[in-house]
T-cell receptor
Framework: GAVVSQHPSWVICKSGTSVKIECRSL??????MFWYRQFPKQSLMLMAT?????????EQGVEKDKFLINHASLTLSTLTVTSAHPEDSSFYIC????????????FGPGTRLTVT | GQNIDQPTEMTATEGAIVQINCTYQ??????LFWYQQHAGEAPTFLSY??LDGLEEKGRFSSFLSRSKGYSYLLLKELQMKDSASYLC??????????WGAGTKLIIKP
């Protein structure tokens, strides 16, 4: 099956610093990648959709200058949380979609970010 | 607006059957997904329905009625490891997934 990896799996950073999260599709080419955020006991919240080689499309209320997304290749997308604050602490999950006929999104294992 | 409704929490007994319902309202419709999510982990794919009817896959089955905007996930022969949140997601006309809040399923011995 399709495998998506995320790195790091967890990270603790100080307020004001930036954190980069990588999302890789290991055995397929991901034309579209999605970034989600999930707070405890809540559902997934889509932050942005990125297509390889083009700018990401951000959901309403998500600051594009704070959450920088780069989808430089068909197997790699990165999310950088800039000037992180404690309220940015959350579970960040990426997913990738390759074969458009199935529309299935394959999820990475998630990254737990804690900002102190 | 777009909306997905599913129960917040359900409890069932090991070995029994449980049905988790989901109703949806979306701008256009390109299918309905069910995902399983264990605490602290990412969701894993369970099923995809785009046509009316029942899709059976082992102990899990998923049903869709497009005219009613309704789906359910049926879990048979429940095992303790089935304790998880089950997420319903409908794909709209832009192929975006609209997610429900998830149903936490608690399995008791």
């Amino acid at each position: 099956g399709a495998v998506v990896s995320q790195h790091p799996s967890w990270v603790i950073c100080k307020s004001g610093t930036s954190v980069k999260i990588e999302c890789r599709s290991l055995d397929f080419q991901a034309t579209t990648m999605f970034w989600y955020r999930q707070f405890p006991k809540q559902s997934l919240m889509l932050m942005a959709t990125s297509n390889e080689g083009s700018k990401a499309t951000y959901e309403q209320g998500v600051e594009k200058d704070k959450f920088l997304i780069n989808h430089a290749s068909l197997t790699l997308s990165t999310l950088t949380v800039t000037s992180a604050h404690p309220e940015d602490s959350s579970f960040y999950i990426c997913s990738a979609r390759g074969d458009r006929e199935t529309y299935e999104q394959y999820f990475g294992p998630g990254t737990r970010l804690t900002v102190t | 607006g777009q909306n997905i409704d599913q129960p917040t929490e359900m409890t069932a007994t090991e070995g029994a059957i449980v049905q988790i319902n989901c109703t949806y309202q979306t701008s256009g419709f390109n299918g309905l997904f069910w995902y399983q999510q264990h605490a602290g982990e990412a969701p894993t794919f369970l099923s995809y329905n785009v046509l009316d009817g029942l899709e059976e896959k082992g102990r899990f089955s998923s049903f869709l009625s497009r005219s009613k905007g309704y789906s359910y996930l049926l879990l048979k022969e429940l095992q303790m490891k089935d304790s998880a949140s089950y997420l319903c997601a409908a794909m709209d006309s832009n192929y975006q997934l609209i997610w429900g809040a998830g149903t936490k399923l608690i399995i008791k011995p």
